[in-house]
Nanobody, 115 residues
Framework: QVQLEESGGGLVQPGGSLQLSCVSS????????MAWYRQAPGKQRELVAA???????SYADSVKGRFTISKDNARRTLYLQMNSLKPEDTAVYYC?????????WGSGTQVTVSS
């Protein structure tokens, strides 16, 4: 069984930075895609950034130039570096791994951007 655990969320002022981490455990052989999603109150969950097994990346237009997704396979960790944060980035952030056509999700970490 695969488990994902996010950390690094918190309260930050507009313009600030946070780095989210997602550590995986269990049998993760065959990962094809890793991604970060977010869900704000009253809104649908949306894709923020994704990284393939070959390290190709993609980003939502709303975060391009501000967020960077990366991974450290040796540490089994997925990262999301978030800079120039805005109040509209406030949401619960979830990491997900697609492993052999099955999606696994973490329980999320809250990010609040407010002065």
């Amino acid at each position: 069984q695969v488990q994902l655990e996010e950390s690094g969320g918190g309260l930050v002022q507009p313009g600030g930075s946070l780095q989210l981490s997602c550590v995986s455990s269990g049998d993760t052989f065959g990962i094809v895609l890793m991604a970060w999603y977010r869900q704000a109150p009253g809104k649908q969950r949306e894709l923020v950034a994704a990284i393939s097994s070959g390290r190709s990346t993609s980003y939502a237009d709303s975060v391009k130039g501000r967020f960077t997704i990366s991974k450290d396979n040796a540490r089994r960790t997925l990262y999301l570096q978030m800079n120039s944060l805005k109040p509209e980035d406030t949401a619960v952030y979830y990491c997900t791994h697609r492993i052999q056509n099955q999606d696994y999700w973490g329980s999320g970490t809250q990010v609040t951007v407010s002065s």
